[in-house]
Structure formats: C-alpha cells, structure tokens
C-alpha cells in the first residue's frame, strides 16, 4: 500500500522560502508524476506543479518565479520549495502521484494527508 | 488557463435522492476531466476518472459522463458517507486546473 508523507515546517515567516518535502513509502517512484497541489483554508485546490522520477518539470505559469520542485529518487522523496511567500500562500499543502509516464492510467489515486503551512511574523 | 466552472457551487440533498453535478470547461478537453470526493480534514479522494471510469473500490452508484467541455458527475442514491465537497479537475493541458467545488450538504 503506497503512502506519501510531507513533512516541513508548519510556520514560515513573511518573504522567507517555503520549503516541504514528501516521502514515498511502499512503491517505487519510478514511471510517474509526482505533483504538489494546495488548499487554502476553507477555499479550492490549486495545482502548483509536477515532477517526473527523471527530473522533468512543469510549473503553474502564476507561480513559476517563486517554485522549485525536485527529486531524490534514491530517497523516495520530491520537495516542493516557494520562495518569498506572503499571507496568500498559506493553505494546507498536498503532496500526490499524479499520472504514470507510460499511458493512460489513474490520476491522482495517492496522495499525502497534508500539512498546513501558515506565513505569519 | 483552462477554467473549470461547477454548478451548483452548493446543494442540499437527503439520503436516497439522486443527485447529479455539473463541470463546464473554458476550452475543449475531450474526456480529461476526473472528479474527486473531499470530506472535511482529508485529502481528495478520485472517485472518476477520463470522464467516465470508476476507479478501483469506489460505489457504483457514482458515474461520470460527458466529453467536450461539458461533464457530469451523478450519485444515484445519496449515501449518508456522501456528504461532501466534490471537485472536477482536468489534465488535458498544464497547467491542470480544478473547479471550485461543490458542497452536498
């Protein structure tokens, strides 16, 4: 039974760099997507960005300044890093496997519990 | 980007009544469009997706169709566990996007 865990701080201050990491337990990384997605309390889910297990990226254009997403596949984990965060960027944070590479196959069927980020001094 | 725009944004059902969702995309997206179950405290969970197939475990009392830029989401017999905020989502195009969701209540 596959399971993602992010882990990170829960506070970070005002123009700091928002750094969160997701660990992939009971299944290779391999052949999939690995996206970042987040929710603002009580609002919608926003899709910030994807990684492939070789390292291939795409990013929300809005937020694409602001985020690196990368790869340790000898860890099993993806990290998600936003750089000068302000109040808007607080939400609770998903990490989740997005699509497998070869094909048609289930979207999104894994995804971590989340973890709230709050940016506040 | 593409927008996804569901309606009703809420609705209010009872147990037993057959409820059905709608998703219009901005732009085309052929049969792209999942949907995902979110309950209160938990991460979204994909009952549909490619517009139309169940995923693995989910009742089958939920099913999806539509193509094109208009989408469906039915629950022919709403379940008490069924209350919750229901979101489609496409990825025919980065960057996907997720409608604003719609609350059963």
């Known amino acids: 039974q596959m399971q993602l865990q992010e882990s990170g701080p829960g506070l970070v201050k005002p123009s700091e760099t928002l750094s969160l990491t997701c660990t992939v337990s009971?299944?290779?990384?391999?052949?999939?997507?690995w996206s970042w997605i987040r929710q603002p309390p009580g609002k919608g889910l926003e899709w910030i960005g994807y990684?492939?297990?070789?390292?291939?990226?795409n990013y929300k254009p809005s937020l694409k300044s602001r985020v690196t997403i990368s790869v340790d596949t000898s860890k099993n984990q993806f990290s998600l890093k936003l750089s000068s965060v302000t109040a808007a960027d607080t939400a609770i944070y998903y990490c989740?496997?997005?699509?497998?590479?070869?094909?048609?196959?289930?979207?999104?069927?894994?995804w971590g519990q989340g973890t709230l980020v709050t940016v506040s001094s | 980007d593409f927008q996804l725009t569901q309606s009703p944004s809420s609705l209010s059902a009872s147990v037993g009544d057959r409820v059905t969702l709608t998703c219009r995309a901005s732009q085309y997206i052929s049969t792209y469009l999942n949907w995902f179950q979110q309950k209160p405290g938990k991460a979204p969970k994909v009952l549909i997706y490619a517009a139309s197939t169940l995923q693995s475990g989910v009742p089958s009392r939920f099913s999806g169709s539509g193509s094109g830029t208009d989408f469906s989401l039915t629950i022919s017999s709403l379940q008490p566990e069924d209350f919750a905020t229901y979101y489609c989502q496409q990825n025919y195009i980065t960057p996907w996007t997720f409608g604003q969701g719609t609350k059963v209540e």
């Open positions: 009971g299944g290779s990384m391999s052949n999939y997507y």
């Open positions: 990684i492939f297990y070789r390292g291939s990226i």
């Open positions: 989740a496997r997005d699509r497998p590479a070869d094909g048609p196959g289930v979207p999104f069927d894994h």
